[in-house]
């Protein structure tokens, strides 16, 4: 059974940081691209960065470039989001999901229940 579990969220004050993660499990994880999605309150998904399995490439959406940084643990099964001089529209729930494109889909079975950031003065 694929398990996601992101955790690492919170509330912040902007220019803060945070670091999410994503705990993976009933998938081969050191063969599966993956990335962040995330939602702010009332829109719709959003794409933020992707990785790929062996984690040597990775890309970044225009918003957070140069701010957040994706990497990853294949022993460990982990996925990582650094969040750094995080801003308030960077407020939302952030999920992990498996692909390395730029869509903001999240692909069945590979959804966590996501992990809230809240950041605000």
């Known amino acids: 059974e694929v398990r996601l579990v992101e955790s690492g969220g919170g509330s912040v004050q902007p220019g803060e940081s945070l670091r999410l993660s994503c705990a993976a499990s009933?998938?081969?994880?050191?063969?599966?691209?993956m990335k962040w999605v995330r939602q702010a309150p009332g829109k719709g998904l959003e794409w933020v960065s992707s990785v790929s399995d062996s984690g040597r490439s990775a890309y970044y959406a225009d918003s957070v470039k140069g701010r957040f940084t994706i990497s990853r643990d294949n022993p460990r099964n982990t996925l990582y989001l650094r969040m750094d001089n995080l801003k308030t529209e960077d407020t939302g729930v952030y999920y992990c999901?498996?692909?390395?494109?730029?869509?903001?889909?999240?692909?069945?079975?590979?959804r966590g229940q996501g992990t809230q950031v809240t950041v605000s003065s």
């Open positions: 999901t498996r692909g390395l494109g730029s869509s903001a889909v999240i692909h069945e079975p590979y």
């Open positions: 009933g998938f081969t994880f050191s063969a599966t691209d």
